[in-house]
């Protein structure tokens, strides 16, 4: 395991182990997860719920997530946050991570809202819904496998979700799709399953994989922007602004061909193409073109004799969901 990625769980261990962190109580939730919560206020019953809900290593070596939640841990326990909240701390695929994997036998990023038990993701993922689905507000921290022009959030849309997302980051775009992606992918992800069960919920890519410090203090200003939203909600949604974070959805899906593809270097997230472009070859020489104009997302490059992903890339096209959209579903 990387010395970096042990010292980081061993750190978050500790903060779960802990009876107390500042003003708060540690209620344990499982080996990965724990809930904070105000001095007074602990559950009588052992039922779990959670105003906001800090996801990270859905993915596993996606591990900037961890390091924002170990740095909120510590602010709270040197008592530099103290809000009126349930927040709960909760890490996806940690085997993945010791590995220093995406994941090992399946994507849990795929895995919820299904029936499957049969990979060590699927059966993380069902330990994680009821989680979920006890959650108000879901933050899922994550980071791109390619370098990216910008952060970026995603979340399959809804007003209170575009609401949530422009408090924790005004600036930042948004990816997102009006309908759930899970008849295309074999399962919802964490956040559309938050979603699905009547959550604000939305995810924030920070940087490419790994302990990215700018990354990681993104990420960690957004954590506290999230609890102070939290807290505020109601005066969040009374104040909502006519226009909020530029959006973004997908406009084609490039399946990933049978040859192997050579996409030219420093193609990234957002880059900009216009529709016939040059994007690189295929091992047998044939070019690859822009099917359209616009921003790419998630272009592949992979090595020959790496696995082959279902895409080669997608192409984003500006959306404006919000102007459109109802006053959205009250949440308590």
């Known amino acids: 395991m990387d010395k970096q990625v042990e010292q980081a769980l061993a750190r978050f261990s500790a903060f779960r182990s802990a009876k107390t962190l500042g003003?708060?109580?540690?209620?344990?939730?499982?080996?990965?997860?724990?809930?904070?919560?105000p001095k007074g206020s602990e559950s009588e019953d052992g039922s779990f719920h959670s105003d906001l809900t800090l996801i990270a290593l859905n993915h596993g070596n996606e591990?900037?997530?961890?390091?924002?939640?170990?740095?909120?841990?510590?602010?709270i326990e040197n008592g530099q946050l103290t809000p009126d909240l349930r927040i709960t701390f909760l890490l996806g695929n940690v085997a993945?991570?010791?590995?220093?994997?995406?994941?090992?036998?399946?994507?849990?990023?795929?895995?919820?809202?299904?029936?499957?038990?049969?990979?060590?993701?699927?059966?993380?993922?069902?330990?994680?819904?009821?989680?979920?689905?006890?959650?108000r507000f879901i933050l899922d921290f994550h980071q791109t496998i390619e370098p990216t022009n910008t952060p970026f959030f995603v979340y399959q849309y809804n007003r209170l979700a575009a609401l949530f997302a422009h408090a924790v980051d005004n600036a930042l775009p948004v990816i997102t799709h009006k309908q759930s992606t899970a008849s295309?992918?074999?399962g919802m992800?964490?956040?559309?399953?938050?979603?699905?069960c009547g959550c604000v919920s939305i995810a924030?890519?920070?940087?490419?994989?790994?302990?990215?410090?700018?990354?990681?203090?993104?990420?960690i200003l957004a954590a506290k922007r999230a609890v102070a939203a939290v807290e505020n909600w109601t005066e969040v949604k009374s104040q909502a602004p006519k226009q909020v974070n530029p959006m973004w959805t997908w406009s084609h899906i490039e399946a990933y061909p049978q040859e192997y593809v050579q996409l030219h270097t420093g193609l990234q997230n957002f880059t900009e193409v216009e529709a016939g472009q040059l994007l690189g070859h295929t091992q047998l020489?044939?070019?690859?073109?822009?099917?359209?104009?616009?921003?790419?997302l998630?272009?592949?490059?992979?090595?020959v004799g790496e696995p082959k992903p279902g895409e080669l890339y997608r192409i984003l096209k500006q959306v404006n969901y919000f102007a459109t959209s109802g006053p959205g579903r009250a949440v308590a």
Not at 96 to 112: P, S, W
Not at 285 to 296: E, K, M, R, Y
Not at 298 to 303: A, E, L, S, V
């Open 23 to 37: 003003n708060f109580s540690v209620e344990q939730i499982d080996e990965w997860g724990f809930t904070l919560v």
């Open 63 to 75: 591990v900037g997530g961890l390091a924002v939640l170990n740095a909120l841990c510590q602010e």
């Open 96 to 135: 993945a991570a010791k590995a220093g994997k995406r994941y090992l036998e399946q994507d849990i990023n795929r895995t919820f809202n299904t029936q499957a038990h049969d990979s060590l993701e699927s059966q993380r993922a069902k330990q994680l819904e009821p989680i979920v689905r006890n959650s």
């Open 184 to 186: 295309k992918l074999g």
């Open 189 to 196: 992800r964490c956040d559309e399953f938050g979603t699905h």
């Open 204 to 219: 924030l890519e920070l940087s490419q994989k790994g302990f990215d410090q700018q990354g990681i203090e993104l990420g």
């Open 285 to 296: 020489g044939i070019a690859v073109q822009a099917a359209q104009s616009g921003a790419l």
């Open 298 to 303: 998630f272009p592949k490059h992979i090595k």
